[in-house]
């Protein structure tokens, strides 16, 4: 049997507690089954940037002519070559990871699927491990839904869809959350005819007001409440039958068809029952506030968990375990600071903390503020006709419990409320910094003088 400190099932948000540990000494076993870096960096976050911020360029050109200013043609993109450029430089920088280990005389490196035999012991079928620390980071999988027909087809899944061998004249994509807001938005832009089919609402876990804005300014036509019945492939086309939410039938056809139902967490060919680590229903592993799994020495972190379902957190998550267990040696819990996401479609969507439907059912007073980006000195310079600024302020504390953001650069103005709500700002420091004339940032500061008139409508009463 092979003894190391560390163990690391997992090369993507695990080499958290790769590189560092290393410096410190420790001998570390790192096992991936497929490339280096995780989904984050192969067929996930990185490339879908890299094919969506071109697409945003073509997208700027459209509706031009109200400044006026006049495009003789559409922009036509070399997409053949943007995706080639995507996927090698994934490549590049995945091949990059093991180069680097192979440098580290306190890191061995193996590209091998590993499984537990017992309770603290691997096994990749020909050999046996073990360590003091373990540290399961297998992340999820696509969740391939139960449609009739489906799984006899080649369809997409996001993998697929950031390297296609041929790009498609049309789409059709199954589910409406952020995979598919994000790639159909960008397939859109590059003349792709996307239609999207989703049962349920588009971004169904989004604030009310954003899912009312982003249903009047869709980037793709999407069908929602739609209930599939079928889905067939003959003749190089896709054919999907089923009902629309007024009950009549249609059949929507297409080249390409790509499910973005959700994901699954990697748990079920890790041997899990050999061991004392617990899952829930959906698989995802049971960990305490120290994230250690119910067996002891043993820890998880990122998508696995189910926590989560961001790279930023689960870097989080492997900072603090690297603290916690070869750093400063604290027994402190995890304490997560106000969590952000994006989606990078078109608009842009940015949130972090509550939604407004969240408080309500909770029962926790708020102020509300919303603001247009057009109710500001750069929208009008931008002649905004779209997205808003919107902040939940708490009645009691007066500090921000949730903000919600649709329009151009909405990720990046999301940060100034983020940092406000980790330093425990409240409605009157947001107030009272200025705010750069005529910066897109004027527009959240409108947002929370909305918030003031309200609290002032209320004392009032």
């Given at each position: 049997m092979k003894e190391y400190d560390i163990i690391v099932i997992g090369a993507g948000a695990g080499t958290k507690l790769v590189t560092p540990p290393s410096h410190l000494g420790k001998r570390v076993a790192v096992f991936e089954k497929e490339s280096p870096g995780g989904t984050c960096l192969n067929r996930g976050c990185i490339p879908s940037k890299m094919v969506i911020y071109p697409?945003?360029?073509?997208?700027?050109?459209?509706?031009?002519?109200?400044?006026?200013?006049?495009?003789?043609?559409?922009?036509?993109?070399?997409?053949?070559?943007?995706?080639?450029?995507?996927?090698?430089?994934?490549?590049?920088?995945?091949?990059?990871?093991?180069l680097a280990y192979e440098k580290n005389p306190n890191i061995d490196f193996y590209p091998k699927q590993v499984r537990f035999v017992s309770e603290r012991v691997l096994s990749d079928g020909t050999?046996?491990?073990?360590?003091?620390?373990?540290?399961?980071?297998?992340g999820t999988r696509p969740q391939i839904p139960d449609i009739p027909g489906l799984k006899n087809t080649p369809f997409w899944t996001s993998r697929e869809a950031l390297s296609p061998n041929q790009f498609p004249k049309s789409l059709l994509i199954i589910g409406a959350g952020f995979i598919s807001l994000e790639l159909g938005a960008a397939y859109q832009?590059?003349?792709?005819?996307?239609?999207?089919?989703?049962?349920?609402?588009?971004?169904?876990?989004?604030d009310g007001d954003i899912k009312k804005e982003l249903n009047l300014h869709l980037p793709f036509l999407i069908?929602?409440?739609?209930?599939?019945?079928?889905?067939?492939?003959?003749?190089g086309e896709f054919r999907v039958t089923g009902q629309?939410?007024?009950?009549?039938?249609?059949i929507h056809t297409a080249e390409r068809l790509l499910v973005a139902t959700g994901i699954r967490p990697n748990t079920d060919d890790l041997g899990l029952e050999k061991t004392n680590i617990r899952t829930n229903e959906a698989g995802y592993i049971l960990v305490n506030d120290h994230l250690e799994t119910t067996e002891p020495g043993i820890y998880a972190f990122g998508d696995v968990i189910g926590r989560y379902f961001f790279r930023h957190s689960a870097n989080f998550e492997g900072e603090y375990l690297f603290e916690h267990l070869y750093g400063a040696k604290s027994d402190t819990p995890i304490q997560y600071p106000p969590m952000p996401e994006a989606v990078f479609t078109h608009p842009q969507i940015a949130s972090v903390g509550f939604t407004e439907e969240d408080l309500i059912k909770k029962k926790i007073p708020y102020y509300k503020g919303i603001n247009p980006y057009s109710s500001s000195a750069t929208g009008m310079a931008r002649m905004s006709n779209s997205g808003f600024v919107k902040v939940l302020v708490s009645e009691e504390t007066e500090e921000v419990l949730g903000a919600h953001i649709i329009g151009e650069e909405a990720a990046n103005l999301l940060h100034q409320i983020v940092l406000g709500m980790y330093l425990k700002a409240k409605l009157d420091q947001y107030l009272?910094?200025?705010?750069?004339?005529?910066?897109?940032?004027?527009?959240?500061?409108?947002?929370?003088?909305?918030?003031?008139?309200?609290?002032?409508?209320?004392?009032?009463?």
């Open positions: 697409s945003e360029l073509i997208r700027m050109t459209e509706d031009t002519e109200k400044f006026p200013v006049h495009f003789k043609d559409r922009p036509l993109a070399d997409v053949d070559k943007i995706f080639r450029r995507v996927n090698e430089t994934v490549k590049q920088d995945s091949d990059s990871i093991p050999d046996t491990y073990t360590a003091k620390h373990i540290f399961v980071v297998t832009a590059y003349g792709c005819k996307v239609t999207g089919l989703t049962r349920t609402d588009i971004l169904r876990a989004a069908e929602s409440h739609y209930q599939i019945e079928k889905v067939e492939f003959e003749n629309t939410k007024e009950g009549k039938k249609t009272g910094m200025i705010y750069i004339h005529p910066a897109i940032s004027e527009i959240t500061r409108n947002a929370f003088r909305k918030v003031r008139d309200e609290k002032l409508k209320r004392i009032k009463k």
